[in-house]
Nanobody
């Protein structure tokens, strides 16, 4: 499985960005797709995931501000990020999990910088 992430950038506090992650190759159902992030000097942490069947999970720090969604016809997940804060600054990574094999695939990171 290959993942192509896009949509990062520089935004002011309170602004919005949308990240996209498209999966290609030997994708299967069920699967889980999601976003993780890693700030400098910090461990990589979960942001949001979407599991086929409709379950979504969010980190407490982004609940109410971020929304993950999926277009199954395109094998693509989106992360709509609103009310961005300086502390949201990080490299965001897309992850795909083959739930049959419990195998993870990671995309390249995309930088999100929230700064005035």
């Amino acid at each position: 499985v290959q993942l192509q992430a896009s949509g990062g950038g520089l935004v002011q506090p309170g602004g919005s960005l949308r990240l996209s992650c498209a999966a290609s190759g030997r994708t299967v159902i069920p699967n889980r797709m999601g976003w993780y992030r890693q700030a400098p000097g910090q461990q990589r942490e979960l942001v949001a995931t979407d599991t086929t069947g409709g379950r979504t999970d969010y980190a407490d720090s982004v609940k109410g501000r971020f929304t993950i969604s999926r277009d199954s016809t395109k094998n693509t997940v989106y992360l709509q990020m609103n009310s961005l804060k300086v502390e949201d600054t990080a490299v965001y990574y897309c992850k795909y999990t083959n739930l049959f094999q419990s195998r993870d695939y990671w995309g390249q990171g995309t930088q999100v910088t929230v700064s005035s």
